[in-house]
């Protein structure tokens, strides 16, 4: 939940490569594979698997090179993909937003409208595990999902991406501090220590609305494994993304 974003959070930012500083697009859509996990992001310059991305800011997407590739055939568009369950083909709903992991690609929530929807006033959130199958054109989902909707705010009022800009400012440079203080091996006890001590350094400078900070740091004390995660993530995750621009690029040579 650390990493997670809305698609519609990311369309239209500008991709740029995080080591020239050099812009070569526009977020244009997200792109899954048939197992339905998020794989690329297409702009103008083409399209650039999600392994590429260095972090996403509010305004730009970084990545660490600006490799942009062919796509292979199988791709899925989820946005408004209709819905429907095994027994029925004619359609429930469909996909109005997802919410998704930039770092894994798994997708944490769909956000669906249409008839399925309208007992929470045509929006709901549906979760991955009463999804079935993404096939060409249609989530399958299983015959009781509609039992196991919730609200959008109910369903993802946990999630960072839904809390305001101010507060999501706050973690991120919370967490840019805490990677310094802290290793993936740190306990439970000591994280959270870290995470009082540098909420209290903030708020001693009275930069900060103090709501809000206090809202980022019990959004980073509730998510601390979460956090723990990405750290020991970010290092593999950049080599890993390398090594896989490299050989893609020495392979076409």
């Not at 669906?112 to 989902?141: H, K, N, S």
Request: charged share 30%; proline share 4%.
């Amino acid at each position: 939940m650390f990493n997670v974003i809305r698609r519609s959070q990311i369309i239209g930012l500008m991709a740029m490569d995080s080591s020239t500083a050099t812009r070569y697009g526009t977020v244009e859509e997200v792109w899954v594979d048939d197992r339905g996990r998020v794989v690329y992001f297409a702009s103008d310059a083409g399209f650039t698997p999600f392994e590429q991305i260095a972090t996403i800011g509010p305004d730009a997407l970084l990545t660490y090179s600006e490799l942009a590739l062919t796509p292979p055939p199988s791709l899925r568009r989820l946005y408004r993909m209709a819905i429907r369950t095994p027994s029925l083909s004619t359609p429930l709903g469909w996909v109005e937003d997802f919410l998704f992991d930039w770092e894994t690609g798994d997708i944490a929530a769909y956000i669906i409208g249409g008839e399925i929807a309208a007992p929470f006033g045509g929006r709901a959130v549906l979760f991955p595990d009463d999804v079935e199958v993404i096939d060409a054109e249609a989530i399958v989902i299983k015959e009781e999902a509609k039992n196991r909707l919730k609200s959008e705010s109910e369903g993802l009022k946990g999630f960072l991406s839904e809390k305001s800009q101010q507060v999501k400012n706050l973690v991120k440079r919370m967490g840019d501090r805490l990677s310094k203080l802290l290793s993936p091996q740190d306990k439970p006890e000591v994280v959270r220590v870290k995470i009082k001590e540098v909420r209290d350094e903030l708020a001693q400078s009275g930069q900060h609305d103090k709501n809000a900070l206090e809202e980022a740091s019990e959004f980073l004390q509730d998510k601390w494994e979460d956090f723990q995660h990405s750290l020991s993530r970010t290092g593999k995750r950049m080599k890993q993304a390398i090594d896989s621009a490299w050989k893609r690029l020495t392979h076409s040579s």
